[in-house]
């Protein structure tokens, strides 16, 4: 469909989802919509990042489960995040002896997760596909701007990664919401380098923009 458009006929759809979230992403009114509401934003670990490891895997095994379908059921997981190799999606695959497709799209992971567990279904390739994202604030804050431990002061526009983890099960059978497309976007640079607004930099992706 067009040049950037694909179209799914077999639809796969999404069965079973599972969410994790942290203590401020629960404060509003999505709370109520989180599966499993964090008390500790650490969930446990030691690190930020084995605890983003740890919701990541979270998700994944409670998407499976809520499929009412076993591990060995499963025919691929299609995972990433916003740490360097994306090591937390990685590190959560290991634990779970199922084929495993990493992606990067940052704030797009999801989407993009979808999108190409869709397309493995739809094209026969795959059964069933975990497709799941995940990030830690503090994490991500080490990763792109000043580690917590530094005490820097936060400019006003400085966005806020979201502690927290989803994942769905996408399956060629069962009931659940359709995946009927998937338009993959293009690399638009408006030149935008403050670190601390990340915002303004991904906000053309949600704009139509027109010659």
Same mark, same amino acid.
């Given at each position: 469909?067009?040049?950037?458009?694909?179209?799914?006929?077999?639809?796969?759809?999404?069965?079973?989802?599972?969410?994790? =979230?942290?203590?401020?992403?629960?404060?509003?009114?999505?709370?109520?919509?989180?599966?499993?509401?964090?008390?500790?934003?650490?969930?446990?670990?030691?690190?930020?990042?084995?605890?983003?490891?740890?919701?990541?895997?979270?998700?994944?095994?409670?998407?499976?489960?809520? =499929?009412?379908?076993?591990?060995?059921?499963?025919?691929?997981?299609?995972?990433?995040?916003?740490?360097?190799?994306?090591?937390?999606?990685?590190?959560?695959?290991?634990?779970?002896?199922?084929?495993?497709?990493?992606?990067?799209?940052?704030?797009?992971?999801? =989407?993009?997760?979808?999108?190409?567990?869709?397309?493995?279904?739809?094209?026969?390739?795959?059964?069933?596909?975990?497709?799941?994202?995940?990030?830690?604030?503090?994490?991500?804050?080490?990763?792109?701007?000043?580690?917590?431990?530094?005490?820097?002061?936060?400019?006003?526009?400085?966005?806020?990664?979201?502690?927290? =983890?989803?994942?769905?099960?996408?399956?060629?059978?069962?009931?659940?919401?359709?995946?009927?497309?998937?338009?993959?976007?293009?690399?638009?640079?408006?030149?935008?380098?403050?670190?601390?607004?990340?915002?303004?930099?991904?906000?053309?992706?949600?704009?139509?923009?027109?010659?």
């Amino acid at each position: 469909m067009g040049n950037q458009t694909i179209y799914f006929r077999n639809q796969p759809k999404m069965i079973s989802v599972s969410t994790i =979230a942290g203590t401020k992403e629960c404060e509003g009114i999505i709370g109520r919509y989180v599966e499993t509401a964090l008390s500790d934003d650490m969930y446990g670990e030691k690190t930020y990042e084995k605890a983003e490891c740890k919701m990541l895997s979270h998700v994944i095994d409670g998407a499976i489960t809520n =499929a009412g379908l076993n591990r060995d059921e499963v025919d691929m997981i299609v995972s990433g995040d916003l740490l360097n190799q994306i090591i937390s999606a990685s590190f959560a695959a290991r634990d779970f002896s199922i084929p495993f497709l990493g992606v990067y799209g940052a704030c797009s992971t999801m =989407a993009e997760s979808l999108a190409v567990a869709a397309a493995l279904i739809d094209g026969k390739f795959c059964r069933r596909v975990v497709a799941a994202t995940g990030s830690h604030f503090a994490s991500a804050e080490r990763q792109y701007r000043y580690p917590l431990e530094l005490g820097t002061t936060r400019p006003p526009q400085s966005q806020w990664t979201v502690t927290g =983890a989803g994942g769905t099960l996408v399956a060629e059978e069962g009931e659940g919401v359709r995946i009927t497309g998937a338009t993959f976007g293009k690399v638009v640079d408006f030149g935008i380098t403050d670190v601390n607004n990340m915002g303004a930099a991904m906000a053309p992706a949600n704009a139509i923009i027109t010659p």
